[in-house]
């Protein structure tokens, strides 16, 4: 299957890893891409430059097609070396980058002249459209459905997705409630050139977290999800746990009066015990509502294989067949 983020991005399938903290190191990104799809490294997972380096090196080793790394701007009291570890993407020959969060202009100067693609995830039309005027290639449009951070709007997909095509002049993927080839299929049709998938990532033999995780994504439903961090205007989409309705009792209580600091033994520093671990009632971690469409722990090949055969024959037998009856 051909579309513009295909070409841009020189691969086989119109399938992008999301980058997603303490799960998107080399084994997870080396195996979508050599399933045709695109890998991500999780740069702040990294921390440091050197580590990221060694872990863009890992990659490279593990695959010889292409990869991305995904760097994420958050407001922090201690702000990462985002200078070192671009200058790591670049000296490591990734052509790639996934950025999210604030916005990237300050960094796309030294991005562009390395030559690096740029693919800006944004929950809304007026990001998307902010990300195409400070240059960047694409952009991943992520849905009210997605795990981590859906932004403040709360516009699903069905809405976002022809919204950001009517509007658009770069090209797009759709991220958000993305698992299968319905998800690849309908969002073709809405105007996007592929998808981005993140939880369903999680659930593959290839991804480097605890089992238990896995299996926690397998047994959820699609009302399995809460969202956290609204009075904070910082929300995210995570499982449910012990933790998270603790949580979120003391939103509840606290109301407007609510502090960060309230909740960060909850939200802080958890994805190690959880991703690592295991302790699967450790804090919130992010996760889609996807996870009631999943329902397997399959190989990365077997995944994005499955995907494919199946878009083809939805597209080639089922929507012609509507036509021909």
């Known amino acids: 299957m051909k579309t513009k983020i295909t070409e841009m991005l020189g691969i086989e399938h119109p399938i992008i890893q999301g980058g997603m903290h303490f799960v998107g190191y080399a084994e997870l990104a080396s195996a979508v891409s050599n399933a045709g799809g695109l890998g991500i490294i999780t740069g702040l997972t990294q921390g440091t ?16 097609k292409p990869f991305g790394v995904n760097m994420t701007f958050l407001p922090t009291v201690s702000a990462p070396d985002y200078p070192g570890l671009f200058q790591a993407i670049i000296d490591g020959g990734v052509k790639v ?7 990237p202009a300050k960094w796309m100067p030294m991005l562009k002249d390395a030559g690096i693609k740029v693919i800006h995830k944004c929950t809304s039309v007026r990001h998307s459209l902010k990300a195409q005027s400070i240059g960047c290639d694409a952009v991943s449009v992520d849905g009210f ?25 770069i090209p797009f993927v759709a991220s958000g409630g993305m698992a299968d080839a319905r998800s690849l299929v309908g969002a ?14 999680i659930a593959t033999q290839e991804a480097p977290v605890h089992q238990k995780v896995k299996e926690a994504i397998v047994a959820a439903s699609e009302l399995d999800t809460r969202l956290v961090m609204r009075p ?10 012990e933790a998270v309705e603790r949580l979120l009792e003391k939103e509840r209580k606290l109301g407007a009066d609510l502090k960060f600091e309230d909740i960060i033994d909850e939200v802080a520093g958890v994805y190690p015990r959880i991703m690592l671990e295991g302790d699967m009632d450790a804090g919130a971690w992010s996760c889609g509502m996807v996870a009631g469409l999943i329902d397997n722990i399959p190989t990365v090949q077997e995944l994005i294989d499955s995907i494919m055969q199946e878009a083809d024959s939805l597209i080639n037998q089922r929507l012609t067949s509507l036509y021909s009856a």
């Open 188 to 201: 073709l049709a809405m105007g996007a050139e592929g998808m981005n998938m993140g939880t369903r990532f």
């Open 97 to 103: 980058v996934e950025t999210a969060g604030n916005n």
């Open 49 to 64: 430059p050197e580590k990221l380096a060694n872990e863009i090196a890992k990659c490279n080793d593990m695959t010889n």
């Open 232 to 241: 904070l205007r910082n929300t995210e989409r995570v499982m449910t746990n």
């Open 145 to 169: 459905e997605c795990g981590g951070h859906p932004g403040e709007d709360d516009v699903p997909n069905f809405i976002l997705l022809p919204r950001a095509a009517d509007e658009l002049e």
